[in-house]
């Protein structure tokens, strides 16, 4: 993670700076001293390039004077819209037009407050995240060099206690990103598992269920998912105990397949690759997790991921099978790639059954149909419960997690009666999305409980200021801040 400072304002003699500046208003002060020093060579550079510090856009100044190498001017847009998301922005263009040239800069804040320049600094850790360390070759200028910035400002105090607690959220996103951009055979289930342990040392309880202990508990449509790969699958629950004894936890699950061929159903083999991030939900929790512990939340809260690799071979489930899930409940598995809601069938049974939880939210890359249905701009959203849905849809507004809630009429269900057995995986092409949900609504009593299913969202084949390309740690920044907002203290 880049390395964050925050100090006095003041004007550095070399280097690079880059300066944040509203639209409108009085020109900020370092501002000024800098156009001063440089004997008036930034406004001449804004003026040339027509620059007028609108959100979002940035000015580069090669070697303007008093010693700077490069002065970077960043808009902030009109002074009365500045918000976290815009100071988040600002963060992102600060990464994107220094990560390539300079190691090190100065970043001067403007008058902004402390809480928004945590949040600067926020955008610029997100947006200079890169997954690199499998490239052992560079061509000229390719490679990532930005390794710091120090935040200049007027409260210098307000901004490191304000980057205190958002600085775990940001490990959790980058944490949650680095297991979902790791290749397939770098992270099978039982190496993931090894990666959640590691949330030991910020006082996480991590327990796993092998095989034998899913067998007894019933695990049945789990385990029909792991059973042609060579790697057995495994459940992880996490548990953050920051609340008060005795307290219903807040449980969040997620889909950790951590490659998905399809099995016998097998995927066409254009674009497969992108499978090794159908663990994105796991990941997502597990970010979740690590951002609570991090931040030392007033809250208890579990995270339960079930990990299984859908793989071919001479055990593989086949089309036709049938299981038996935790619940009871038996399923004709019609499409063995209809994997993620057979995982989740039993993992969000065991998670409501053990601990009886406030709500439970599921994350899940688990249809292409949600890709159709809202693209890579909002995650589905399917809930039993108004307030709950609620509390989602309008905390990922402010956070940037988008999200988009779908119907859960009862007449979808119907599409998922089978003939020999309680249920089938699959209720044909149309409504995809929808009846997957439904499926997993059968697994699920009276809790309050929604299901996201982030196949659109989990991975960016376009990288935007505070989200470079590839996985985006969909989810961590949603469920913390729902925490913090609504079940916190
Ligand atoms: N993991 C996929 C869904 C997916 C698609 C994730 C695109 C990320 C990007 C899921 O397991 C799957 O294969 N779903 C099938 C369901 C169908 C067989 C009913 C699908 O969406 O085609
Ligand atoms: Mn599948
Ligand atoms: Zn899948």
Known sequence: MLDTGFSESRLPHEGVLAILAPSDGAPSALYAQADAA?????????KAADFSFAAKASCVVLAPGAGLDRVVLIGLGPRDGIDARVAEQAGGAIASALGKVAARATVALDTLSGGLAA??????????????????????????????????GADPAGAKAAWTPLSAVARGVLLCRDLVNEPANMLRPDTFEARITKLRDLGVEVEVLDRDAMHKLGFGALLGVGQGSSVPPRTVIMRWNGGAEGE???????????????????????????????MGGAAAVVG???????????????????????????????????VRTASGQTVEVLNTDAEGRLVLADVLWYA????????????????GAIVVSLGNERAGLFSNDDTLAQQLATTGEGVGDRLWRMPMCASYLELLRSDIADLKNIGGRAGGSITAAKFLECFVNKV??????????????????????????????????????????
């Open 288 to 322: 979740t997790i690590a951002a609570l512990a991090g931040r030392k939340a007033r809250v208890n809260a579990v995270g339960v991921v079930g990990l299984v690799e859908n793989m071919l071979s001479g055990d593989a489930q086949r089309p036709g099978d049938v």
């Open 38 to 46: 440089t004997d008036g060579a930034l406004s001449r550079a804004a």
């Open 352 to 367: 409501q059954e053990r601990f009886r939880p406030r709500f439970m939210v599921d994350l899940a890359t688990l249809t």
């Open 248 to 278: 219903a936890p807040v449980a969040f699950i997620g889909k950790g397949v951590t490659f998905d061929s399809g099995g016998i159903s097998i995927k066409p083999a254009g674009g497969m690759e992108e499978m090794k991030t159908d």
């Open 448 to 489: 309050p409980w929604a299901h996201l299913d982030i196949a659109g969202t989990a991975f960016a084949h376009k990288g935007t200021a505070c989200v470079p390309k590839g996985a985006t740690g969909f989810g961590v920044r949603l469920l913390d801040a729902l925490v913090r907002e609504h079940y916190e203290g």
């Open 119 to 152: 949040h600067v600094a926020l955008g610029a850790v997100l947006g200079a995240y890169r997954f690199d360390s499998y490239r052992t070759t560079w061509r000229e200028g390719e490679a990532w060099k930005l390794e710091g910035l120090e935040f200049v």
